[in-house]
């Protein structure tokens, strides 16, 4: 492939200077093109560099298919299982890429060098160096694979040639008044902008799909109502038991820990993080202002482990010394209110930064309006600042509810890894993100209900958390609407 | 005879005194020594090109300019016999009232918009009260036939000329003796125009109206008395029929008949 690449890109870029002067000599004769020189560079460019590129793209794969098939009706094999012909798969793909290596010592077109190096000795040296040093498992299939690679190289490196050729010819004789090279160039362009947004979208797709199968699968094994309705959380990891029962998996204790942590979060971040945009956005002065909002912003870009840190190193520890042992409410560091009080102060800028943006939207008319009544700053503030900014406060109130919900390093570290129901803040509680990471760190069998609850967990946290987001973005873009 | 010197005499007393007043923002001077009688019962009109200094002037009167952060005023402007930087913005602002160019009701219904400097200043005693206040300043904008039935709904769901008549009743709810209006038709069609140049008309009858204006016609029809300003100085203060029709500095006269501004 790589030899085919470096050969592309000189053609092609020979097309672009060829195709770009030959439109630059019609333009002289006083001819109109349609399109400008540049995008008769690009046409000539794209016109190469495509075709030859799908072509390549396409011989790699028809034949790794050859390859496939082969190993897949070899008949000295007889696969008991899929896993198995995978196996052998992997096995003779690697031998191949060894010989390979082995004929060609530097990777810099290296199918040109394997290509002729096959053509002068074929490939029985190589396959002796290498079997000098290891064994080679199933020498027949890797021979038949070696050979089909070669053949693929050669045809790519062949066919790419000639088409790239055929493809810079083509161009360079298109070169006209009248052609619209300028369309073409711009729906290649399109195309990679589109395609851009399209592998965002079809990521997050893919992220969904794979939790949604893994949540079946977990389904199949495990009760659903269980997971659901169950009030107990207590996973058994001890194999050897009849699998799936034994644990139980009820996702009502880690809801509420992540609930109860996230209200003790926002009751403590939303009103100092509103008082704080109030105060910065309507009170303060500029130079107070230009130096706390960024440090304010400055909180927003610290890692949340660090968060973690502070909760499970300072804040927990002081909670138990200063008030939970003292008052003889128990010996835990780890606590729901330590946890939910370093994400509030994880979440004060947050919501701070949002409120301001949002409360500097209200228009200065509406201040100058109640002003011009004879209402004082604070009345301004009041009766018409707040209600006017309530809609987006409230978006930003539930952006950063599901950022709590699906805040996780914090509460691995501050809140505990005991699930349990239970109103006391001063205890320590799971929620869903820590019990995900408590379900796949470890050594445990992947396909056991017990780490496929994980899948689970996640898919609920996703759908949570997704509701929420849609919620606060339907508020606020209606309140956007309000003022336009 | 002796009817009409009356008429006069009342007409003559000013409500507003300024003198020499001058208005600095930042470094740049926006107004520079400007000395005119307001006049109560009567529509006064500043017109001048933009940038003249007549908004700034206006907002001098209720002490707006205050909240712009390097802005200083200085000079005298007496208002019921004494200084205005010497009143307390509140109750100034609820004596003096103002309309702004782009009409800005509150978001909330129509009633809490009329009720809301009622309520801050504590006009009212009672519900029944605040229910009266708010009808009879609606009926002075004229606007409560087309309202009546639906008070509360959001004001802001109204047409532009009924929201900046619906600003206009919440400036007069309050009972002001000076209404400041600054551009207030610069935003609304001829119709909504029209409407809002007749309530004036209608509210000079009671208050002393000031009126910023980018419209000489619009001056011409609807104020007694025209001051024109010109890089923030003021060129000519006169009955609106002299101004207009024989001014006495030239560069009021190249203003009026187009040939600046």
Redesign the interface.
């Known amino acids: 492939m790589n030899s085919l690449i470096v050969f592309n890109l000189i053609v092609s870029v020979f097309a672009f200077f060829v195709c770009r002067a030959k439109a630059s000599r019609l333009r002289e004769k006083h001819t109109l093109l349609v399109a400008s020189n540049t995008h008769w560079g690009w046409y000539g460019f794209l016109n190469v560099f495509i075709p030859t590129l799908v072509l390549g793209v396409l011989i790699h794969y028809v034949g790794i298919y050859f390859i496939n098939s082969g190993i897949r009706s070899s008949t000295a094999l007889e696969f008991a299982s899929h896993a198995e012909y995978l196996l052998v798969k992997e096995n003779v793909n690697a031998s191949v890429i060894l010989i390979l290596d082995e004929i060609s010592q530097i990777r810099f077109l290296s199918s040109f060098i394997v290509i002729i190096s096959y053509l002068i000795s074929g490939i029985e040296p190589a396959l002796l160096a290498v079997q000098s040093g290891t064994t080679i498992e199933h020498l027949d299939l890797v021979v038949l694979a070696l050979k089909t690679k070669i053949m693929a190289l050669t045809a790519t490196l062949v066919l790419g040639v000639v088409i790239a050729l055929m493809q810079a010819q083509r161009s360079i004789n298109t070169v006209s008044a009248n052609y619209n090279a300028r369309e073409k160039v711009e729906f290649v362009i399109i195309s990679l902008l589109g395609l851009s947004s399209l592998i965002a979208v079809l990521t997050t797709v893919g992220i969904v799909i794979s939790l949604l199968s893994e949540t079946i699968n977990f389904a199949m094994m495990h009760s659903i109502v269980d997971f659901l309705f169950g009030t107990v959380w207590n996973p058994q990891f001890t194999s050897g038991e009849v699998e799936g029962y034994g644990s139980d998996l009820g996702i009502l204790p880690l809801l509420w820990g992540t609930l109860y942590i996230s209200f003790v979060a926002l009751a403590f971040s939303v009103p100092i993080g509103l008082y704080s945009a109030i105060y910065l956005s309507e009170y303060a002065s500029d130079r107070f202002r230009s130096i706390a909002k960024p440090v304010l912003e400055l909180l927003a870009g610290i890692p949340t482990i660090v968060y973690g840190l502070f909760a499970l190193l300072t804040v927990g520890p002081l909670l138990r010394d200063s008030f939970t042992q003292p008052l003889g409410l128990g010996s835990n560091s780890d606590s729901v209110l330590a946890a939910g009080l370093v994400m509030g102060i994880m979440l004060i800028p947050f919501v701070s930064s949002l409120s301001d943006d949002i409360i500097n939207a209200v228009p200065q008319t509406l201040r100058d309006g109640s002003y011009g009544l004879g209402a004082t700053q604070s009345e301004t503030v009041k009766n018409v600042i707040i209600p006017a900014a309530l809609p987006g406060i409230i978006g930003a109130v539930l952006l950063a509810a599901s950022r709590a919900i699906g805040e996780t390093m914090i509460v691995v570290l501050g809140a505990g890894a005991a699930a349990k129901l239970s109103l006391n803040p001063l205890e320590g509680m799971a929620t869903i993100t820590a019990k995900i990471v408590n379900q796949l760190t470890g050594d445990t069998e992947f396909e056991s209900p017990e780490t496929l609850v994980a899948f689970a967990l996640g898919l609920s946290l996703f759908v949570i958390t997704l509701c929420l987001n849609v919620l606060a973005l339907y508020i606020v873009r209606k309140y956007r609407e309000e003022y336009e | 005879m002796l009817d009409t010197t009356v008429d006069n005499m009342i007409e003559e007393k000013p409500k507003i005194i300024a003198r020499d007043v001058k208005v600095v923002y930042g470094d740049k001077e926006a107004l520079r020594d400007v000395s005119l009688d307001v006049m109560d019962k009567t529509v006064t009109a500043f017109i001048g090109p933009s940038g003249c200094g007549k908004s700034t002037f206006l907002r001098c009167f209720?002490r707006?300019n205050d909240?712009i952060?390097n802005c200083r005023v200085s000079g005298s402007l007496i208002y019921d016999g004494q200084e205005i930087s010497a009143h307390d913005?509140?109750?100034?602002?609820?004596r003096i009232?103002?309309v702004?160019q782009?009409p800005?009701?509150?978001?909330?219904s129509i009633y809490d918009n009329v009720a809301?400097?009622p309520r801050?200043?504590g006009l009212s005693k009672n519900k029944a009260d605040l229910d009266g206040i708010v009808e009879k300043a609606l009926r002075r904008g004229a606007l409560w036939d087309e309202v009546k039935d639906r008070l509360h709904e959001t004001g802001?769901g109204l047409s532009g000329g009924q929201q900046q008549r619906l600003?206009i009743a919440?400036?007069i709810a309050?009972e002001p003796e000076v209404l400041l209006m600054d551009e207030p038709c610069s935003a609304l069609d001829p119709i909504a125009t029209a409407q809002i140049e007749e309530l004036i008309n209608e509210l000079k009858q009671s208050y002393s109206v000031v009126i910023v204006t980018h419209s000489m016609q619009q001056a011409a029809r609807v104020s007694q008395k025209t001051a024109f300003f010109h890089l923030g100085n003021l060129v000519e203060y006169n009955d609106t029929g002299d101004i207009f029709t024989k001014p006495s500095d030239p560069r009021t006269e190249s203003y009026i008949t187009g040939r600046i501004g």
């Open positions: 209720n707006m909240t952060a913005p509140v109750t100034l602002r609820a009232g103002m702004f782009k800005n009701p509150f978001p909330k809301y400097g801050i200043h802001t600003c919440r400036a309050t």
